[in-house]
């Protein structure tokens, strides 16, 4: 686990310390989400019935007491006590643990996939903070900028040099964008909130993102063949295994149960005759077996052991065909993303050489206020689709780690 979160860290091209304060949040998540601790707990219950299980059948204890007393030749019966002990047959027991063991296995699979997980879904919230925080310095720089352009049209305006309605369509392009971010603001108080909770830590509790994330110069390799190794396939072959040891188990609770014990008969003197056995107890050991006879439920109980294997295989097949999808969906989704920065940072640089044209021509008089308006707008345009580009990044390159990583 700490090997996916070194991954993680790697994907980093920002300074030290952010990387390392992402790796102490998802270790705090790990240690404390509640998730994790409810599967933590489930695989020590499973575990403890390994415990259960290692036990033979309860000791047999009987008193009884003659009512009549029945005489023989040495003389009266008075009481009876009986002790009986049934065995299961040899292999029997460790044949439950091995089953039970194999069920706790398959449970601790459960926790693996669990803080994998957790780990995608805090690094994915991350990069939304991350983005939520990046769009709104966007914005203010536009907000300030827009202003910047108020006061210079306003001096157009006066001078005869631009109309009353280019100050209002600035106006409301400044009115959009500040609704922009006042959405913004609360969409991070949400996703901040979202973000705690997967630490189980209070939802006020400040969180200090990234102030700015690249691309990697290169994509780290990825090795498809540890799908193979996934913890959502290894399940199923536990469960395959538990089906295993269950059938094992079956086979072993088919044969016969045998038990000793005795009985012990306590016997009065008889009055007023002397021999040797007047008043001689009685104990009589006993050997029994339990043999089932009527064994269509064993044999039942293979069928359906048979047919449930089935049913796992099927699954296991169905789910690595499913993981295969995903992962290379996500492989060429983050290519695409990376294509798509490219382009929109391409864009972005034209975009600047156009707006500084535009303004020497808007201040020779030879350019309309509205054509730098427009570029103002595409260059914001630019700019967000280059911080969602980054993020589609990240968030690809997680589930990748998710599913390939070991």
């Known amino acids: 686990m700490n090997k996916i979160i070194c991954l993680i ?72 006590v009986s002790v009986k002990q049934m065995l299961p047959w040899f292999g029997n027991i460790t044949a439950r643990e091995n089953y039970a063991s194999s069920l706790a296995e398959a449970k601790y699979e459960d926790i693996v996939i669990a803080k994998r997980k957790l780990i995608a879904s805090v690094s994915q919230s991350y990069y939304n903070l991350y983005v939520n925080n990046a769009k709104q310095t966007i914005l203010t720089e536009n907000i300030k900028l827009l202003i910047t352009y108020e006061t210079l049209l306003l001096t157009s305006v006066e001078l005869g040099k631009a109309s009353a309605v280019d100050v209002l369509r600035l106006q409301i392009r400044q009115n959009e964008i500040q609704q922009l971010f006042d959405v913004l603001q609360q969409e991070f108080i949400a996703e901040k909130t979202a973000f705690n909770n997967l630490l189980n830590r209070e939802n006020t509790r400040i969180i200090n993102v990234i102030s ?65 056995d007047n008043g001689k107890d009685i104990v009589m050991p006993m050997v029994s077996i339990s043999i089932p006879l009527f064994n269509k439920k064993y044999q039942s109980t293979t069928k359906q052991n048979k047919l449930q294997q089935e049913e796992i295989a099927a699954q296991k097949q169905a789910r690595l065909n499913t993981l295969e999808t995903l992962l290379d969906k996500a492989k060429n989704d983050r290519i695409s993303a990376r294509i798509h920065h490219a382009a929109q940072a391409k864009n972005l640089k034209q975009a600047k050489n156009a707006e500084a044209i535009l303004m020497k021509g808007y201040e020779t008089g030879t350019t309309h206020f509205n054509d730098v308006l427009e570029i103002q707008a595409l260059q914001f345009k630019f700019q967000l689709n280059q911080i969602e580009a980054v993020k589609a990044y990240y968030v690809q390159t997680t589930l990748i780690n998710y599913l390939t990583n070991q």
């Open 212 to 276: 700015e994330l690249n691309l990697p110069t290169e994509d780290f390799e990825i090795y498809a063949k540890n799908l193979a190794l996934h913890p959502e396939l290894l399940k199923y072959d536990k469960l395959y295994q538990s089906v295993e040891q269950s059938e094992f188990l079956n086979q072993k609770e088919r044969r016969p149960m045998f038990g000793f014990g005795f009985d012990y008969i306590n016997v009065d003197k008889r009055p007023e005759m002397n021999f040797s």
């Open 9 to 80: 860290i790697c994907l980093f091209t920002v300074p030290f310390f952010n990387a390392q304060q992402l790796e102490i949040l998802i270790e705090q998540a790990l240690k404390n989400n509640p998730e994790i601790q409810q599967f933590e707990l489930r695989y020590n219950i499973a575990s403890e019935k390994v415990n259960e299980v290692n036990t033979i059948p309860n000791t047999e204890f009987g008193v009884g007491y003659f009512i009549s007393e029945p005489e023989t030749r040495t003389g009266a019966q008075r009481f009876k």
